[in-house]
């Protein structure tokens, strides 16, 4: 069982940024890949962000040239850098880890961008 662990949410005005951090209780050095999800009330979670164990990266489209994922595996630590957020990126952000056995997510961390 990894725990993971999100932070850095809030509230902050359009255009705003924010960065997210999700802390692992162990390694990640061998996780096959790590990502950020989001997902609003009533709908679907989607997939926002992703990393793989060599370093590649997957951005949706709707958050491609704003937001950059990056990790630290000495500190267990993968990110979320979000810039000129906007009112539509509103929703609960997930840390996402697949170890290449098992797939894990956190609790959250709530992001609100107001207009």
């Known amino acids: 069982q990894v725990q993971l662990v999100e932070s850095g949410g809030g509230l902050v005005q359009a255009g705003g940024s924010l960065r997210l951090s999700c802390i692992a209780d162990e390694t990640i050095f061998n996780f096959d890949h790590m990502a950020w999800y989001r997902q609003v009330v009533g709908q679907q979670r989607e997939l926002v962000a992703s990393i793989t164990s060599g370093g590649s990266t997957y951005y949706s489209d709707s958050v491609k040239g704003r937001f950059t994922i990056s990790r630290d595996i000495d500190k267990n630590t993968v990110y979320l850098q979000m810039i000129g957020l906007h009112v539509e990126d509103t929703a609960v952000y997930y840390c996402?880890?697949?170890?290449?056995?098992?797939?894990?997510y956190g609790r959250g961390t709530q992001v609100t961008v107001s207009s």
């Open positions: 996402y880890a697949d170890t290449g056995y098992s797939r894990f």
